[in-house]
């Protein structure tokens, strides 16, 4: 399989070494989502509910550009700075994926290398 990297139009360029969707064969692999604005790179303040919100319509969008959806999600890997705010987290998540589909999942407790980011959360889909 080959490695193509997806190019979405409406977002900024990333200032970091890396590319938004990159797709092998019929898998799309998202970078990291977390709390930002994919059109001005500017990160977006709030709480763990917002910032799980916010990830999760940039991985919409990105999957969306790509020609996937939300129900094409394989695995996901959710990066919180604090396991206690999973419950609030919880709440948001599971109104993006339809009960008894939802794709696999970890969560993992780290702190992110950026100042005020408590969420992040990468996906592996399915291009149908």
């Keep these: 399989m080959k490695k193509e990297i997806v190019k979405i ?3 900024r360029k990333p200032q970091s070494p890396f590319n938004y969707v990159v797709k092998s064969g019929n898998f799309l692999f998202l970078t990291s989502q977390l709390s930002i604005d994919l059109k001005t790179d500017k990160i977006l303040s709030g709480n763990i509910a917002v910032q799980t ?3 999760l319509e940039n991985i919409k969008f990105l999957l969306e550009s790509s020609g996937a959806t939300m129900d094409d999600i394989l ?3 959710v990066y919180m700075r604090d396991i206690k705010d999973f419950d609030q987290m919880n709440r948001i ?3 993006y994926f ?3 589909q ?3 999942r970890v969560t993992i407790q780290a702190l992110s ?3 005020d980011i408590d969420i992040e959360i990468e996906v592996i889909a ?3």
């Design 53 to 55: 919100k916010q990830a």
């Design 9 to 11: 139009n409406g977002i």
């Design 113 to 115: 290398p950026i100042k």
């Design 75 to 77: 695995k996901v890997v």
């Design 98 to 100: 339809l009960e008894g």
């Design 93 to 95: 998540y599971r109104k």
């Design 102 to 104: 939802e794709p696999a």
């Design 126 to 128: 399915l291009l149908p």
